[in-house]
Protein backbone atom coordinates (compact mmCIF):
# COMPACT_ATOMS: atom_id res chain seq x y z
CA UNK A 1 0.00 0.00 0.00
CA UNK A 2 3.13 2.35 0.73
CA UNK A 3 4.88 1.26 -2.49
CA UNK A 4 1.08 2.20 -4.21
CA UNK A 5 0.94 5.54 -2.42
CA UNK A 6 4.42 6.92 -3.39
CA UNK A 7 3.99 5.66 -7.10
CA UNK A 8 1.22 7.94 -7.28
CA UNK A 9 2.84 10.44 -5.89
CA UNK A 10 6.03 10.69 -7.75
CA UNK A 11 3.51 10.16 -11.07
CA UNK A 12 1.35 12.71 -10.26
CA UNK A 13 4.49 15.37 -9.84
CA UNK A 14 5.98 14.18 -12.68
CA UNK A 15 2.71 14.58 -14.49
CA UNK A 16 2.31 18.14 -13.53
CA UNK A 17 6.05 19.04 -14.45
CA UNK A 18 5.74 17.27 -18.14
CA UNK A 19 2.45 19.06 -18.47
CA UNK A 20 4.15 22.49 -18.08
CA UNK A 21 6.69 21.78 -20.30
CA UNK A 22 4.52 20.32 -22.84
CA UNK A 23 2.39 23.68 -22.56
CA UNK A 24 5.89 25.74 -23.32
CA UNK A 25 6.70 23.58 -26.03
CA UNK A 26 3.35 24.24 -27.94
CA UNK A 27 3.31 28.33 -26.44
CA UNK A 28 6.86 29.60 -27.29
CA UNK A 29 7.62 26.14 -30.15
CA UNK A 30 4.66 25.06 -32.04
CA UNK A 31 2.04 27.75 -31.97
CA UNK A 32 5.09 31.11 -33.62
CA UNK A 33 7.66 28.35 -35.40
CA UNK A 34 4.52 26.23 -37.23
CA UNK A 35 5.79 25.02 -40.42
CA UNK A 36 1.67 25.99 -41.81
CA UNK A 37 2.97 29.93 -41.21
CA UNK A 38 6.86 29.72 -41.86
CA UNK A 39 6.97 27.59 -45.42
CA UNK A 40 10.25 29.46 -47.06
CA UNK A 41 13.59 28.53 -47.25
CA UNK A 42 16.53 29.62 -45.22
CA UNK A 43 14.51 30.84 -41.93
CA UNK A 44 16.64 30.71 -38.55
CA UNK A 45 15.09 32.13 -35.05
CA UNK A 46 17.36 34.68 -35.07
CA UNK A 47 16.35 35.63 -38.11
CA UNK A 48 12.33 35.54 -36.95
CA UNK A 49 13.16 37.42 -33.94
CA UNK A 50 15.13 39.84 -36.00
CA UNK A 51 18.36 39.01 -34.11
CA UNK A 52 17.41 41.41 -31.26
CA UNK A 53 17.86 40.63 -27.55
CA UNK A 54 13.96 40.34 -27.39
CA UNK A 55 15.11 37.73 -29.76
CA UNK A 56 17.67 36.33 -27.32
CA UNK A 57 15.53 36.47 -24.47
CA UNK A 58 12.90 34.56 -26.71
CA UNK A 59 15.35 31.67 -27.34
CA UNK A 60 15.96 31.81 -23.91
CA UNK A 61 12.65 31.22 -22.88
CA UNK A 62 11.93 28.65 -25.66
CA UNK A 63 14.56 26.44 -24.09
CA UNK A 64 15.51 27.24 -20.99
CA UNK A 65 12.53 26.64 -18.91
CA UNK A 66 11.87 23.13 -20.33
CA UNK A 67 15.34 22.18 -19.24
CA UNK A 68 14.86 23.46 -15.29
CA UNK A 69 11.47 21.22 -15.47
CA UNK A 70 13.73 18.54 -17.31
CA UNK A 71 16.26 19.01 -13.91
CA UNK A 72 13.33 18.87 -11.36
CA UNK A 73 12.37 15.63 -12.69
CA UNK A 74 15.31 13.72 -11.73
CA UNK A 75 14.53 15.26 -7.98
CA UNK A 76 11.39 13.53 -8.04
CA UNK A 77 12.69 10.00 -9.38
CA UNK A 78 15.09 10.06 -6.73
CA UNK A 79 12.44 10.54 -4.47
CA UNK A 80 9.26 8.39 -5.61
CA UNK A 81 9.11 5.72 -7.98
CA UNK A 82 7.09 6.72 -10.40
CA UNK A 83 4.51 5.11 -13.31
CA UNK A 84 6.18 3.48 -16.77
CA UNK A 85 3.35 5.12 -18.81
CA UNK A 86 4.38 8.64 -17.72
CA UNK A 87 8.09 8.15 -18.80
CA UNK A 88 7.20 7.15 -22.28
CA UNK A 89 3.91 8.73 -23.07
CA UNK A 90 5.76 12.22 -22.44
CA UNK A 91 8.10 12.02 -25.32
CA UNK A 92 5.33 10.86 -27.41
CA UNK A 93 3.45 14.39 -26.31
CA UNK A 94 6.63 16.31 -26.90
CA UNK A 95 7.28 14.73 -30.03
CA UNK A 96 3.76 15.49 -31.40
CA UNK A 97 4.05 19.03 -30.05
CA UNK A 98 7.77 19.56 -32.05
CA UNK A 99 6.66 17.89 -35.18
CA UNK A 100 5.29 21.03 -36.73
CA UNK A 101 8.06 23.39 -36.15
CA UNK A 102 10.34 24.38 -38.25
CA UNK A 103 13.91 23.71 -37.95
CA UNK A 104 15.01 26.84 -36.75
CA UNK A 105 18.50 26.31 -35.48
CA UNK A 106 19.74 24.36 -38.36
CA UNK A 107 19.12 23.36 -41.66
CA UNK A 108 20.33 19.72 -41.95
CA UNK A 109 17.27 18.11 -42.77
CA UNK A 110 17.32 20.10 -45.97
CA UNK A 111 20.89 18.98 -46.78
CA UNK A 112 19.17 15.12 -46.37
CA UNK A 113 16.80 15.62 -48.61
CA UNK A 114 19.03 17.34 -51.47
CA UNK A 115 21.53 14.50 -50.71
CA UNK A 116 18.97 11.74 -50.98
CA UNK A 117 17.72 13.37 -54.59
CA UNK A 118 21.01 13.03 -55.73
CA UNK A 119 20.92 9.23 -55.49
CA UNK A 120 17.73 8.61 -56.14
CA UNK A 121 16.37 10.59 -58.68
CA UNK A 122 19.73 10.29 -60.71
CA UNK A 123 21.77 7.89 -59.28
CA UNK A 124 24.59 10.25 -58.05
CA UNK A 125 27.31 9.45 -55.37
CA UNK A 126 26.31 11.81 -52.73
CA UNK A 127 29.70 10.72 -51.04
CA UNK A 128 31.78 11.86 -54.01
CA UNK A 129 29.54 14.79 -55.59
CA UNK A 130 27.52 17.77 -54.04
CA UNK A 131 23.75 18.11 -54.18
CA UNK A 132 24.34 21.14 -56.67
CA UNK A 133 25.84 18.77 -59.38
CA UNK A 134 21.98 18.08 -60.52
CA UNK A 135 20.65 21.92 -61.35
CA UNK A 136 16.95 20.36 -61.10
CA UNK A 137 17.12 18.97 -57.42
CA UNK A 138 14.20 20.71 -56.00
CA UNK A 139 16.08 21.46 -52.39
CA UNK A 140 19.12 23.56 -53.32
CA UNK A 141 17.56 26.40 -52.03
CA UNK A 142 16.80 25.23 -48.61
CA UNK A 143 19.86 23.55 -47.93
CA UNK A 144 23.46 24.35 -46.68
CA UNK A 145 26.48 23.42 -47.94
CA UNK A 146 24.90 22.09 -51.07
CA UNK A 147 28.35 22.06 -53.09
CA UNK A 148 30.18 19.61 -50.51
CA UNK A 149 30.08 16.08 -50.66
CA UNK A 150 28.00 14.42 -47.53
CA UNK A 151 30.02 13.85 -44.86
CA UNK A 152 27.20 10.96 -43.36
CA UNK A 153 28.35 7.41 -44.52
CA UNK A 154 26.23 5.45 -47.20
CA UNK A 155 23.46 3.80 -44.26
CA UNK A 156 21.93 7.10 -43.78
CA UNK A 157 22.52 7.91 -47.70
CA UNK A 158 19.70 4.91 -48.20
CA UNK A 159 17.48 6.37 -45.49
CA UNK A 160 17.66 9.65 -47.31
CA UNK A 161 17.52 8.53 -51.08
CA UNK A 162 14.14 6.22 -49.57
CA UNK A 163 12.67 9.43 -47.22
CA UNK A 164 12.88 11.32 -50.88
CA UNK A 165 11.35 8.83 -53.13
CA UNK A 166 8.73 8.34 -50.31
CA UNK A 167 7.84 12.60 -50.11
CA UNK A 168 8.35 13.50 -53.46
CA UNK A 169 10.23 16.63 -54.50
CA UNK A 170 8.28 19.13 -52.53
CA UNK A 171 10.50 20.52 -49.68
CA UNK A 172 8.34 20.65 -46.55
CA UNK A 173 6.34 17.02 -47.46
CA UNK A 174 10.15 16.03 -47.17
CA UNK A 175 10.84 17.67 -43.83
CA UNK A 176 7.97 16.30 -42.27
CA UNK A 177 9.35 12.74 -43.86
CA UNK A 178 12.53 13.38 -41.87
CA UNK A 179 11.32 14.35 -38.86
CA UNK A 180 9.33 11.30 -38.75
CA UNK A 181 11.88 9.57 -38.67
CA UNK A 182 13.84 11.14 -36.11
CA UNK A 183 10.71 10.87 -33.95
CA UNK A 184 10.58 7.39 -34.56
CA UNK A 185 14.28 6.79 -33.76
CA UNK A 186 14.28 8.86 -30.87
CA UNK A 187 11.29 6.88 -29.45
CA UNK A 188 13.12 3.65 -29.99
CA UNK A 189 16.06 4.91 -28.39
CA UNK A 190 14.41 5.74 -25.69
CA UNK A 191 12.69 1.81 -25.29
CA UNK A 192 16.08 0.42 -26.11
CA UNK A 193 17.47 2.67 -23.20
CA UNK A 194 15.11 1.33 -20.78
CA UNK A 195 15.99 -2.44 -21.50
CA UNK A 196 19.89 -1.65 -21.45
CA UNK A 197 19.12 0.23 -17.77
CA UNK A 198 17.21 -2.72 -16.59
CA UNK A 199 19.72 -5.38 -17.64
CA UNK A 200 22.35 -3.29 -15.67
CA UNK A 201 20.11 -2.70 -12.68
CA UNK A 202 16.95 -3.81 -12.17
CA UNK A 203 14.49 -0.24 -11.52
CA UNK A 204 16.86 1.12 -13.04
CA UNK A 205 15.24 1.63 -16.86
CA UNK A 206 13.03 4.28 -15.64
CA UNK A 207 15.68 6.84 -15.33
CA UNK A 208 17.39 5.72 -18.85
CA UNK A 209 14.20 6.23 -20.48
CA UNK A 210 13.72 9.92 -18.37
CA UNK A 211 17.54 10.91 -19.04
CA UNK A 212 17.16 10.30 -23.24
CA UNK A 213 13.30 10.89 -23.90
CA UNK A 214 12.85 14.10 -21.77
CA UNK A 215 15.94 16.00 -22.53
CA UNK A 216 15.22 19.50 -23.96
CA UNK A 217 18.21 19.27 -26.35
CA UNK A 218 17.60 15.89 -27.12
CA UNK A 219 13.60 16.72 -28.25
CA UNK A 220 14.98 20.01 -30.09
CA UNK A 221 17.61 18.55 -32.00
CA UNK A 222 15.41 15.13 -33.17
CA UNK A 223 12.27 16.41 -33.49
CA UNK A 224 12.41 20.41 -33.98
CA UNK A 225 15.45 20.41 -36.18
CA UNK A 226 14.91 16.59 -37.83
CA UNK A 227 18.73 15.87 -37.04
CA UNK A 228 19.69 12.13 -37.63
CA UNK A 229 21.47 11.70 -34.52
CA UNK A 230 19.05 9.59 -33.11
CA UNK A 231 19.20 7.19 -35.93
CA UNK A 232 23.00 6.83 -35.22
CA UNK A 233 22.47 6.27 -31.26
CA UNK A 234 19.89 3.90 -31.85
CA UNK A 235 22.24 1.58 -33.12
CA UNK A 236 24.75 2.52 -30.87
CA UNK A 237 22.01 1.93 -27.61
CA UNK A 238 21.26 -1.99 -29.84
CA UNK A 239 25.32 -2.39 -29.67
CA UNK A 240 25.18 -1.93 -25.55
CA UNK A 241 22.00 -4.10 -25.47
CA UNK A 242 23.78 -6.83 -27.58
CA UNK A 243 26.89 -6.48 -26.07
CA UNK A 244 25.44 -8.91 -22.88
CA UNK A 245 25.00 -11.52 -24.69
CA UNK A 246 25.10 -11.67 -28.51
CA UNK A 247 28.61 -10.28 -29.42
CA UNK A 248 28.47 -10.66 -33.54
CA UNK A 249 25.39 -8.27 -33.31
CA UNK A 250 26.42 -5.97 -30.78
CA UNK A 251 29.62 -5.41 -32.96
CA UNK A 252 27.96 -5.41 -36.32
CA UNK A 253 25.33 -2.71 -34.63
CA UNK A 254 28.41 -0.03 -33.99
CA UNK A 255 29.65 -1.23 -37.84
CA UNK A 256 26.04 -0.15 -39.13
CA UNK A 257 26.25 2.95 -36.54
CA UNK A 258 29.53 4.13 -38.17
CA UNK A 259 27.94 3.93 -41.54
CA UNK A 260 25.81 6.28 -40.68
CA UNK A 261 28.05 8.69 -38.78
CA UNK A 262 32.11 8.16 -39.12
CA UNK A 263 32.24 8.87 -35.21
CA UNK A 264 30.65 5.48 -34.10
CA UNK A 265 33.49 3.43 -35.05
CA UNK A 266 35.41 4.48 -31.96
CA UNK A 267 33.48 2.13 -29.98
CA UNK A 268 34.49 -0.58 -31.95
CA UNK A 269 38.24 -0.99 -30.11
CA UNK A 270 35.61 -0.29 -26.46
CA UNK A 271 33.38 -3.31 -26.98
CA UNK A 272 36.39 -5.55 -28.58
CA UNK A 273 38.61 -5.03 -25.61
CA UNK A 274 35.63 -5.72 -23.23
CA UNK A 275 34.97 -9.04 -24.70
CA UNK A 276 38.77 -9.90 -24.35
CA UNK A 277 38.09 -9.51 -20.81
CA UNK A 278 35.38 -11.22 -20.26
CA UNK A 279 37.16 -14.01 -21.79
CA UNK A 280 35.76 -14.40 -25.19
CA UNK A 281 38.31 -16.65 -27.65
CA UNK A 282 40.70 -14.47 -29.97
CA UNK A 283 39.48 -16.59 -32.79
CA UNK A 284 35.96 -15.82 -32.00
CA UNK A 285 36.17 -12.37 -31.78
CA UNK A 286 37.98 -12.02 -35.21
CA UNK A 287 35.60 -14.50 -36.16
CA UNK A 288 33.01 -11.94 -35.33
CA UNK A 289 34.83 -9.13 -36.19
CA UNK A 290 34.69 -10.40 -39.62
CA UNK A 291 31.04 -10.80 -40.07
CA UNK A 292 30.46 -7.26 -38.87
CA UNK A 293 33.34 -6.21 -41.46
CA UNK A 294 31.74 -8.06 -44.01
CA UNK A 295 28.73 -6.32 -43.59
CA UNK A 296 29.55 -3.26 -43.57
CA UNK A 297 31.17 -3.37 -46.77
CA UNK A 298 28.21 -4.59 -48.62
CA UNK A 299 26.47 -1.41 -47.44
CA UNK A 300 28.93 0.74 -48.29
CA UNK A 301 29.97 -1.27 -51.49
CA UNK A 302 27.29 0.50 -53.78
CA UNK A 303 28.71 3.73 -53.14
CA UNK A 304 32.43 3.49 -53.31
CA UNK A 305 34.03 5.38 -55.53
CA UNK A 306 38.06 4.14 -54.45
CA UNK A 307 40.11 6.72 -53.06
CA UNK A 308 37.64 9.74 -53.68
CA UNK A 309 35.43 8.72 -51.11
CA UNK A 310 37.91 8.59 -48.54
CA UNK A 311 39.25 12.29 -49.74
CA UNK A 312 35.72 13.39 -49.87
CA UNK A 313 34.93 12.85 -46.72
CA UNK A 314 38.20 14.25 -44.99
CA UNK A 315 38.47 17.35 -46.99
CA UNK A 316 34.51 18.33 -45.74
CA UNK A 317 35.81 20.16 -42.90
CA UNK A 318 39.26 20.38 -43.39
CA UNK A 319 38.94 24.24 -42.45
CA UNK A 320 35.95 24.89 -40.98
CA UNK A 321 36.80 25.96 -37.11
CA UNK A 322 34.50 27.25 -35.29
CA UNK A 323 32.34 26.46 -31.56
CA UNK A 324 35.14 24.33 -30.18
CA UNK A 325 38.20 24.56 -27.95
CA UNK A 326 40.65 24.07 -31.13
CA UNK A 327 38.99 27.40 -32.31
CA UNK A 328 39.54 29.47 -28.92
CA UNK A 329 43.33 28.14 -28.47
CA UNK A 330 43.11 29.35 -32.37
CA UNK A 331 42.34 32.87 -31.21
CA UNK A 332 44.80 33.29 -28.73
CA UNK A 333 47.42 32.02 -30.74
CA UNK A 334 46.20 34.70 -33.53
CA UNK A 335 45.95 37.25 -30.61
CA UNK A 336 49.72 36.38 -29.69
CA UNK A 337 51.02 37.27 -33.19
CA UNK A 338 50.89 33.61 -35.07
CA UNK A 339 50.37 32.92 -38.60
CA UNK A 340 46.39 31.29 -38.45
CA UNK A 341 47.36 28.79 -40.64
CA UNK A 342 50.23 28.07 -38.48
CA UNK A 343 48.05 28.64 -35.25
CA UNK A 344 45.49 26.34 -36.86
CA UNK A 345 47.96 23.32 -37.69
CA UNK A 346 49.58 23.49 -34.55
CA UNK A 347 46.08 23.46 -32.60
CA UNK A 348 44.54 20.45 -34.55
CA UNK A 349 47.79 18.02 -33.59
CA UNK A 350 47.98 19.43 -30.26
CA UNK A 351 44.45 18.23 -29.95
CA UNK A 352 44.52 14.89 -31.69
CA UNK A 353 47.61 13.54 -29.80
CA UNK A 354 45.19 15.42 -26.64
CA UNK A 355 42.37 12.99 -27.98
CA UNK A 356 44.65 9.96 -28.53
CA UNK A 357 46.12 9.91 -24.99
CA UNK A 358 42.65 10.21 -23.78
CA UNK A 359 41.32 7.46 -26.01
CA UNK A 360 44.32 4.94 -24.56
CA UNK A 361 43.76 6.25 -21.06
CA UNK A 362 39.77 5.58 -21.18
CA UNK A 363 40.17 2.19 -22.55
CA UNK A 364 41.93 1.29 -19.54
CA UNK A 365 39.25 1.57 -17.94
CA UNK A 366 37.27 -1.00 -19.69
CA UNK A 367 37.20 -4.68 -17.61
CA UNK A 368 34.96 -7.38 -17.94
CA UNK A 369 31.96 -5.36 -16.70
CA UNK A 370 29.79 -4.61 -19.55
CA UNK A 371 28.78 -1.26 -17.39
CA UNK A 372 32.36 -0.62 -17.97
CA UNK A 373 32.69 -0.72 -21.66
CA UNK A 374 29.19 1.71 -21.64
CA UNK A 375 31.07 4.44 -19.35
CA UNK A 376 33.88 4.47 -21.69
CA UNK A 377 32.19 4.34 -24.49
CA UNK A 378 30.46 7.79 -23.24
CA UNK A 379 33.80 8.66 -22.36
CA UNK A 380 34.97 8.06 -25.70
CA UNK A 381 32.13 10.21 -27.47
CA UNK A 382 32.55 13.07 -24.77
CA UNK A 383 36.43 13.51 -25.23
CA UNK A 384 36.16 13.33 -29.57
CA UNK A 385 33.58 16.37 -28.78
CA UNK A 386 36.11 18.34 -26.51
CA UNK A 387 39.21 17.59 -28.23
CA UNK A 388 38.75 16.31 -31.62
CA UNK A 389 35.42 18.06 -33.20
CA UNK A 390 36.95 21.54 -34.44
CA UNK A 391 33.29 22.02 -36.64
CA UNK A 392 31.62 21.43 -33.09
CA UNK A 393 27.25 21.50 -33.46
CA UNK A 394 25.33 21.14 -30.10
CA UNK A 395 22.96 18.12 -31.36
CA UNK A 396 26.36 16.26 -31.15
CA UNK A 397 25.71 15.97 -27.98
CA UNK A 398 23.19 13.60 -27.77
CA UNK A 399 25.71 11.30 -28.69
CA UNK A 400 27.33 10.86 -25.20
CA UNK A 401 23.91 12.03 -23.51
CA UNK A 402 22.47 8.65 -24.70
CA UNK A 403 25.02 6.30 -23.42
CA UNK A 404 25.11 8.12 -20.04
CA UNK A 405 21.28 7.73 -19.86
CA UNK A 406 21.70 4.30 -19.23
CA UNK A 407 24.46 4.28 -16.12
CA UNK A 408 23.90 3.43 -12.67
CA UNK A 409 24.90 5.79 -10.12
CA UNK A 410 28.38 4.51 -10.10
CA UNK A 411 29.36 6.25 -12.54
CA UNK A 412 27.14 9.26 -11.48
CA UNK A 413 29.43 11.83 -11.98
CA UNK A 414 30.15 10.90 -15.73
CA UNK A 415 26.05 10.78 -16.20
CA UNK A 416 25.87 14.44 -14.50
CA UNK A 417 28.89 15.89 -17.02
CA UNK A 418 26.47 14.41 -20.30
CA UNK A 419 23.52 16.23 -18.27
CA UNK A 420 25.18 19.57 -17.60
CA UNK A 421 26.55 19.64 -21.40
CA UNK A 422 23.18 19.39 -22.80
CA UNK A 423 22.43 22.51 -20.90
CA UNK A 424 25.14 24.46 -21.65
CA UNK A 425 25.24 23.08 -25.60
CA UNK A 426 21.72 25.02 -25.88
CA UNK A 427 23.55 28.42 -25.45
CA UNK A 428 25.79 27.61 -28.52
CA UNK A 429 23.28 28.97 -30.82
CA UNK A 430 23.14 32.35 -29.13
CA UNK A 431 26.89 32.63 -29.99
CA UNK A 432 26.29 32.32 -33.47
CA UNK A 433 23.29 34.02 -34.08
CA UNK A 434 23.17 36.38 -31.60
CA UNK A 435 25.65 37.74 -29.95
CA UNK A 436 28.78 36.92 -32.43
CA UNK A 437 26.32 39.31 -34.88
CA UNK A 438 26.16 42.12 -31.70
CA UNK A 439 29.57 41.95 -31.79
CA UNK A 440 31.89 40.04 -34.29
CA UNK A 441 33.75 36.92 -33.64
CA UNK A 442 36.25 38.31 -31.12
CA UNK A 443 38.89 36.37 -28.85
CA UNK A 444 36.50 37.36 -25.96
CA UNK A 445 33.49 35.86 -27.07
CA UNK A 446 35.52 32.59 -27.94
CA UNK A 447 36.63 32.55 -24.62
CA UNK A 448 32.85 32.67 -23.58
CA UNK A 449 31.96 29.97 -25.52
CA UNK A 450 34.31 27.78 -23.84
CA UNK A 451 33.70 28.92 -20.30
CA UNK A 452 29.81 28.93 -21.03
CA UNK A 453 29.33 25.63 -22.94
CA UNK A 454 32.37 23.09 -22.38
CA UNK A 455 33.55 24.42 -18.95
CA UNK A 456 30.99 23.44 -16.53
CA UNK A 457 30.81 19.77 -17.51
CA UNK A 458 34.29 19.51 -17.62
CA UNK A 459 34.58 20.83 -14.08
CA UNK A 460 32.14 17.98 -13.18
CA UNK A 461 34.32 15.63 -14.40
CA UNK A 462 36.87 16.91 -12.57
CA UNK A 463 35.24 17.30 -9.45
CA UNK A 464 33.64 13.27 -10.18
CA UNK A 465 37.66 12.22 -10.49
CA UNK A 466 38.76 14.17 -7.35
CA UNK A 467 35.71 12.70 -5.18
CA UNK A 468 37.27 9.40 -6.64
CA UNK A 469 40.76 9.65 -5.80
CA UNK A 470 39.84 10.95 -2.00
CA UNK A 471 37.56 8.55 -1.40
CA UNK A 472 40.23 5.76 -2.80
CA UNK A 473 42.32 7.17 -0.25
CA UNK A 474 40.28 7.05 2.33
CA UNK A 475 39.33 3.52 2.13
CA UNK A 476 43.29 2.68 1.39
CA UNK A 477 43.74 4.28 4.76
CA UNK A 478 41.28 3.00 6.72
CA UNK A 479 42.16 -0.59 5.33
CA UNK A 480 45.84 0.26 6.53
CA UNK A 481 44.76 1.13 9.75
CA UNK A 482 43.29 -2.73 10.31
CA UNK A 483 40.07 -2.06 9.98
CA UNK A 484 38.59 -5.26 8.23
CA UNK A 485 34.81 -4.24 8.30
CA UNK A 486 35.46 -0.96 6.31
CA UNK A 487 34.11 -1.10 2.37
CA UNK A 488 33.97 1.43 -0.01
CA UNK A 489 30.23 1.52 -0.07
CA UNK A 490 30.28 2.40 3.90
CA UNK A 491 32.56 5.15 3.74
CA UNK A 492 30.62 7.04 0.75
Known amino acids: MIRGFQVRIGSVTLTVLGAIALGLYIVHAA ?23 AGVQQYLLTVGPP ?63 GPNAFSDNPFL ?81 TVADGHNDMAMVVLILLGCLWLFDRPVLALLSIVVAGLMKFAAFLLLPVFLLHL ?51 KTIMTWGEAWGYAPQATETVTKNVMKGLFAVSYLVILLTVNKRVESAFAASCGV ?53 YLWVFYGTRRKLNDYVFLTVFFPPLLVLCAGAVSGLIRRRRVKAALESGFADVTPASLR
Open 31 to 53: LPFSIITLDRPLLAFAGETRQTW
Open 141 to 221: AWAPFVDKPTSYGPAWIYIAAMAVLFSGAHPLAMLLTFKAIALVALLAGIAVCYAVGERLQPGRGAVAAYTLGWNPLVLWA
Open 67 to 129: FLLYAAGFLVLRRWPVSKAVIFVFPVLFGAALFLVYPLTALDVFLYGAQGWTLAQHGGNPLVV
Open 381 to 433: LFAVLVLATFWFRYWYIIWPLSIAAVLTPKYKWLVAAAIVFSGTGLFIYLFTD
Open 276 to 326: LRRRYGVLRLTLALVVAAACGWLVLWPLWGGPATINAITNQLEHMITMSPA
